[in-house]
């Protein structure tokens, strides 16, 4: 994937001005950085969300998967179906249970998202963007909400289901990149 010369403007604050950005398939990206300097910006470029002003976007693949800041979950349906509702029949109901287990959710399986904590709706949205067949998974702050250890298991997660695909996150947290051995951008 590739950006070039990348302009973004919100009204008369720019945030990208001829940014450039090349990410090998199959490689690990995180792009860190304090709040305001177009991170999230780069990645909703890059799932085509969002336009660039000027410049040119090539090589993103068609098949993507997103982990964004807001974890957007059905607040009715169960665990388990925020999970199953995204995903082709091909996968089949023991993986996902395999991955409630994983990252410590298999006893709220059943439980209805609306009585999550954020901690866990973000476990949920991280194994649903994993469990999707996609080329490219792009992940917006992907361990906001976890305490350490949890961190650690879901970085773990992230790494072994990883499987060859692109993986892009953005992060405020220099220590990411580090967790997903992933090449830094700093903004």
Avoid: W
Avoid at 71 to 84: A, G, H, K, M, T
Avoid at 117 to 143: C, K, N
């Amino acid at each position: 994937m590739e950006l070039r010369k990348i302009c973004k403007s919100y009204g008369d604050k720019k945030v990208l001005q001829n940014f450039d950005l090349t990410i090998p398939d199959g490689g690990r990206v995180v792009i860190s950085g304090v709040s305001g300097r177009g991170k999230t910006t780069v990645l909703y470029l890059l799932m085509g969300l969002y336009s660039p002003d000027s410049g040119e976007i090539l090589g993103v693949p068609q098949r993507i998967s997103a982990v964004f800041q807001e974890d957007r979950l059905p607040p009715e349906f169960s665990v388990y179906n925020c999970i199953r509702y995204v995903l082709p029949r091909s996968v089949k109901p023991q993986r996902i249970y395999d991955s409630l287990s994983a990252l410590s959710l298999a006893d709220d399986a059943d439980k209805p998202a609306k009585e999550l904590s954020g901690g866990m709706r973000r476990r949920v949205a991280i194994i649903r963007a994993m469990l999707y067949p996609s080329d490219a998974v792009f992940l917006d702050e992907p361990f906001t909400g976890l305490d350490r250890e949890t961190k650690l298991k879901a970085a773990s997660y992230i790494l072994e289901n990883a499987k060859g695909r692109t993986i892009v996150a953005v992060s405020h947290s220099d220590e990411d990149a580090e967790l997903l051995r992933a090449i830094q951008i700093k903004m």
